[in-house]
């Protein structure tokens, strides 16, 4: 029971370091090429697929407007650092030709989170733990709750597992459902410690029984919904949101019910005996 | 007790149905569409604004070895920002080499520079558009706390090569970005020649005022400055009553203003009204205004008036002349009084900066005024001549109020975050929303997926109709009282935003579930320890830990990135919060009025 969530978390973390987790436009550096003084509106959509074909890296193109001249001008992101490269650039410069474009700026450019709001984003997620955790303490006042951290962590884990898998880059899309998912995670977890721990009727197997039925209840539900949306839509930040979503709570599943109760049972029968004895 | 007189419900109806008007706000137009909602980038679209901060880095080899101080690099960092009205920046020191790296937040040249710096040393070298990350970071940070205050609009900010800014900006006008982002926030006070006050003198800036005069509206900026200044002001201003105190906000210093010759002639000699600019001087190429018959102060700025249709030879080779120190031109004028031969010659002279600056409404001092950064030019009162006066006050006159006030808001928004750095605006573009159409659709078929998904598990679970129309039915007000509570302060709706509401409708449902079963295993169990009442209380320590916890994980997120995933946490904690203390408590009295009734009925039929 306990091994599995643990085996799935190490395949999981196999996958990270061997397949790596794609960033999206927002959270890596790129390179922004320019266009501005268009007469005619450019065709974004056949633009964006050439270059995704010769590139193999996101591109996102937009049309602009300079609100002087009333003219378009046309703005494509992309991953791929073409200044790097002046033969790939040319390439690239010579297909945009073909579209009528000329005279760009090249602009590489870093991500919305550089530098020292990465190291921020760790102290932040840190500190975001150690909150939990002082909460869950604060609550139960028993030190095996701190064990839901780690539990939250692991499904985190096997999410960012999950998108490596299914290359769904780290967006802000996916990183609200990754934060979703520690929303998501704790509860589960908070259930399972309230019914274990705080709760007096019946045997400890019995309360980890109906606990699981409410707590299968509300992690099905969610990841249905999230099923739905994957199946459904083809937005992709929605798509990203809902894959990493449906991978979290799928390990939440078996982190909650399996590991964290495990450790939570035997912390309980523990505790009886102590009871007994006295 | 009726369920129409429950206290908790009459609050979770009646604060939807206020949530629903704000939403819609059918007092606009009775057509269905969220207009209290502010959309972000994605869906709205907005402006992409590229900017370039004009920094210069230096290497000076110091001549004496320092002391164990530094002071004499303290020394020279100051004497560079004291000759250059600009900050700077000890990036390096290395004691070994003697040499020392700064960062001088504008433009110099390296004749300027070096010869600034002959007393303490030799410069090694300068460059150009290299900005030190520190530098970069603190830019985009003021900037964005004058763009976006609250961290509402979900303004995204990013740096690009080596010194440039891209910032995205959801349902902005490019122009009042554009406002927002290109001043500076440098203020200077002078006395005749003399400059009394500068931007780091002031300490508090007041509320704004604005009044009505015979000119229109008048705003005022009060100002508490620092003693230091305070003192300044007390010697340069002895002697000196009736005499202008003339301040300006990002005084062009770098520029040459570029004028039609003819425009001399329309100059008003006599007011009132004051200011007035009534002259020009040849000789120090700068303009002349009066504060009233007997005083008055030359704009510090370096004029220049030439034929715009077809500058001559002599005005050729005077702006060359001036090009030697500036770096940019000013034109008062657009295309219709300037040639478009004259403005390519003044854009090739410049390297392509030149701005144009059209005279649109404005009074032709107002229009001088403006081209020279001059805010006011309050007269120094008799009673606070030669005196340490700490408050000061900024004024201006706009024609309407609503122009004053808004004005007088950016100036003070502008003043207190002041940047360090000179910048100089790139590109202003309007970027059309991304997702249109297309993305409502999608919107709305994830979501009717959504409940469909939700229905069924739910169904299948309880096999009870009602438990799941209340289930669903609380989840929709939840999903309006957050998005209205959203509205309310005014948080734009991105893409992330929208990921904080699906969050919040996640949770919502998990907590109806834990009370529901809670409820439930007290019927269905003999063991019934507590009432149904006592039961729900218990499902509450559950919901109030979860609730509690993931507050203090979104918490932390407010500080990350340039804010970019403020709004997911603010919208997160408002729906934790409103799940808490609205629709959770209305949801137990609703499930616990169903199951007593049943309960009764049960307990009449057995």
């Known amino acids: ?278 | 007790m009726s369920l129409y007189r429950n206290s908790r419900i009459v609050l979770l109806v009646s604060l939807t149905l206020l949530a629903l008007l704000g939403i819609w706000q059918p007092w606009r137009g009775l057509s269905f569409e969220f207009r209290g909602i502010t959309t972000g980038l994605d869906l709205a679209g907005g402006s992409r604004v590229v900017i370039r901060l004009e920094t210069t880095q230096a290497i000076i080899r110091f001549a004496q070895p320092f002391d164990e101080r530094l002071n004499s690099v303290k020394e020279m960092r100051d004497h560079l920002a004291d000759a250059l009205l600009s900050d700077v920046k000890v990036l390096d020191v290395n004691t070994g080499t003697r040499e020392v790296k700064v960062e001088i937040g504008t433009a110099v040249n390296e004749t300027v520079l070096g010869g600034l710096v002959e007393n303490f040393g030799e410069l090694l070298s300068i460059s150009k558009g290299a900005v030190s990350s520190a530098t970069m970071d603190e830019v985009a940070t003021t900037l964005l706390n004058r763009i976006d205050p609250t961290g509402l609009l979900g303004v995204q900010a990013r740096p690009a090569g080596t010194d440039l800014l891209l910032f995205e900006i959801p349902a902005m006008e490019p122009e009042k970005a554009k406002t927002l982002i290109e001043k500076e926030g440098k203020l200077e006070a002078f006395i005749e020649n003399t400059l009394v006050l500068r931007g780091v003198d002031i300490e508090i800036i007041y509320s704004v005022r604005v009044s009505s005069t015979q000119r229109g509206y008048q705003y005022e900026v009060p100002l508490r400055i620092s003693a230091d200044g305070a003192r300044r002001f007390a010697e340069s201003s002895q002697g000196k009553a009736g005499y202008p105190l003339v301040i300006y906000l990002d005084r062009p210093v770098d520029a040459l203003l570029v004028f039609d010759r003819g425009l001399l002639g329309r100059l008003t000699k006599a007011g009132p009204p004051y200011p007035l600019v009534t002259d020009y001087s040849e000789g120090r190429r700068q303009f002349y205004a009066k504060i009233d018959e007997t005083h008055g102060f030359y704009l510090l700025v370096h004029a220049l008036p030439i034929d715009p249709r077809n500058p001559g030879e002599n005005d050729i080779s005077l702006i060359q002349e001036f090009r030697k120190t500036k770096s940019r031109c000013i034109v008062l004028g657009d295309n219709s009084i300037f040639s478009p031969q004259t403005l390519e010659l003044l854009d090739n002279l410049f390297d392509n900066r030149v701005e144009l600056l059209p005279q649109g409404t404005m009074e032709i001092s107002d229009w001088i005024f403006k081209g020279c950064g001059m805010q006011s030019a309050p007269r120094i009162m008799e009673s606070i001549a030669g005196k340490e006066e700490r408050e000061v006050e900024i004024t201006g006159t706009r024609s309407t109020e609503a122009e004053a006030t808004r004005e007088a808001n950016e100036l003070r928004n502008v003043l207190s975050q002041r940047l360090t750095t000179k910048t100089a605006i790139v590109s202003t573009t309007f970027i059309p929303p991304r997702l249109g159409s297309e993305f409502a659709r999608e919107i709305k078929r994830a979501a009717f997926a959504a409940v469909i998904a939700i229905m069924a598990v739910l169904f299948v679970r309880y096999r009870d109709p009602a438990i799941t129309l209340l289930i669903l039915t609380t989840m929709g007000c939840e999903l309006i009282l957050t998005v209205g509570a959203a509205a309310a302060i005014r948080q734009t709706m991105g893409m992330a935003e929208i990921g904080g509401v699906l969050a919040v409708i996640g949770t919502g449902v998990e907590h109806q579930i834990i009370i529901t079963d809670e409820v439930l295993k007290g019927r269905i169990q003999e063991y019934r320890p507590r009432g149904i009442r006592g039961r729900i209380g218990r499902a509450f320590l559950t919901i109030l830990t979860a609730a509690l916890t993931t507050v203090a994980a979104m918490f932390m997120l407010l500080f990350i990135g340039f804010g970019a995933m403020k709004g997911f946490a603010i919208v997160t904690i408002l729906g934790v919060l409103i799940a808490v203390l609205i629709t959770r408590p209305a949801y137990g009295e609703i499930i616990n009025y169903i199951f007593r009734r049943r309960l009764e009925k049960a307990g009449s039929s057995g």
């Not at chain 1, 609100?67 to 010579?94: C, H, M, R, W």
């Open chain 1, 1 to 278: 029971m306990v091994l599995s969530p643990l085996a799935l978390a190490a395949c999981m973390c196999l996958f990270i370091l061997l397949l790596g987790l794609p960033m999206s436009l927002e959270f890596s550096s790129g390179t922004l090429i320019s266009y501005q003084g268009l007469e005619n509106k450019p065709d974004v959509a056949s633009i964006e697929r050439s270059l995704r074909g010769m590139l193999q890296k996101e591109v996102k193109a937009e049309v602009t407007t300079d609100p002087a001249t009333g003219k378009f001008g046309l703005d494509i992101q992309t991953t791929a650092l073409v200044y790097e490269n002046e033969e790939k650039e040319n390439q690239i410069l010579a297909l945009l030709s073909s579209f009528g474009l000329e005279n760009p700026s090249i602009l590489p450019y870093e991500p919305a989170l550089g530098r020292i709001y990465k190291r921020q984003a760790v102290e932040g997620i840190l500190i975001a733990s150690l909150a939990i955790g002082l909460c869950l303490l604060f609550v139960y006042r028993r030190k095996v709750t701190l064990l839901t951290v780690p539990c939250v962590l692991l499904d985190l884990l096997v999410a960012v597992g999950g998108m490596c898998l299914t290359r769904t880059p780290l967006s802000l899309a996916s990183l609200a459902g990754l934060l979703l998912l520690l929303g998501y995670g704790v509860d589960t977890n908070v259930l399972l410690a309230t019914y274990v721990l705080k709760r007096f009727e019946g045997e400890p197997e019995e309360r980890v029984a109906s606990a699981m039925k409410t707590g299968f209840t509300i992690t099905l539900t969610t990841l249905l919904t999230m099923l739905a949306v994957n199946l459904f839509v083809t937005n992709p930040s929605l798509d990203q949101l809902s894959t990493v979503l449906v991978f979290g709570l799928a390990a939440d599943l078996l982190n909650t019910w399996f590991l964290n109760a495990s450790i939570l049972l035997w912390h309980a029968s523990k505790k009886r005996m102590y009871y007994v004895s006295l």
